[in-house]
């Protein structure tokens, strides 16, 4: 069994960063793909970014692409997603989880063993 830890998440000002982690127990995620997603209220979870278990291939949302950058340290069996020039729409708890089935990696379906979330507020 996997358990993700998301953690970095926190109240910061419109056009600032925030570097959010997933820390992974229990299992080493080192050979799946993982993601982020994120739930704002009243709206469905959606995708956020994407990463092949290498690290070598990454997917984006089209609404954080260029600036969010997602990353992973397999040693560590830790993922990063670096958030720059944060915006309030990007508000919102956001997940970490595992890609365990499917071909597409913007689908919530295909993923398990999610995290229980960190909550990222931008003020404007």
């Known amino acids: 069994q996997v358990q993700l830890v998301e953690s970095g998440g926190g109240l910061v000002q419109d056009g600032v960063s925030l570097r959010l982690s997933c820390a992974a127990s229990?299992?080493?995620?080192?050979?799946?793909?993982m993601g982020w997603f994120r739930q704002a209220p009243g709206k469905e979870r959606e995708f956020v970014a994407a990463?092949?278990?290498?690290?070598?291939?990454?997917y984006y949302a089209d609404s954080v692409k260029g600036r969010f950058t997602i990353s992973r340290d397999n040693a560590k069996n830790t993922v990063y997603l670096q958030m720059n020039s944060l915006k309030p729409e990007d508000t919102a708890v956001y997940y970490c989880?595992?890609?365990?089935?499917?071909?597409?990696?913007?689908?919530?379906?295909?993923?398990?063993?999610w995290g229980q979330g960190t909550q990222v507020t931008v003020s404007s």
């Open positions: 229990g299992r080493t995620v080192s050979y799946y793909p």
């Open positions: 989880a595992v890609k365990v089935s499917g071909t597409s990696y913007s689908t919530t379906s295909n993923y398990a063993y």
């Open positions: 990463i092949s278990w290498r690290g070598g291939t990454t």
